[in-house]
């Protein structure tokens, strides 16, 4: 799973959540857009498959720089090659266009970032049943 957060806290946090529901780790954590969308492309850095595969699942922060999430997923969903991923929103935006903007664009959940620890573990592990995630 690549998780796409610029905030270095919460992808810490996600990390123990993924732990202690006893899902599969986060494999990588890209903290900005244009590195996301360079890593899809296998551009830079990111050429080599081997080292860097196409994630089946991706967990995307909405509000990240340079290029931001809706525009990322927008991409991802017109792409031949990566529309297969699957796709969930975890942001601090409650926003309801963008929400809604994320569902038209075919998001596989939308969550909004909680504020307690407990809180983030349950989403978690909604994840992991909608995604069907294997244990560790």
Same mark, same amino acid.
């Given at each position: 799973?690549?998780?796409?957060e610029d905030n270095r806290d919460d992808a810490l946090f996600l990390e123990r959540a993924f732990s202690k529901a006893g899902l599969?780790?986060?494999e990588r954590i890209i903290d900005d857009g244009q590195e996301a969308m360079d890593y899809f492309r296998g551009q830079g850095?990111?050429?080599?498959? =081997? &080292?860097?595969?196409l994630p089946t699942h991706v967990l995307l922060d909405l509000k990240v720089p340079k290029v931001d999430g809706l525009q990322i997923l927008e991409w991802i969903r017109k792409s031949e090659e990566l529309k297969g991923i699957s796709v969930a929103?975890?942001?601090?935006?409650?926003e309801r266009v963008d929400r809604e903007r994320a569902v038209r664009l075919g998001v596989d959940g939308y969550f909004?970032?909680? =504020? &307690?620890?407990?809180?983030?573990?349950?989403?978690v592990r909604q994840l992991g049943a909608l995604w069907r995630l294997p244990g560790k």
């Open positions: 799973m690549l998780l796409i599969v780790e986060i850095e990111f050429r080599d498959r =081997s &080292r860097y595969p929103v975890l942001s601090s935006s409650g909004i970032k909680p =504020s &307690r620890t407990g809180e983030l573990l349950e989403i």
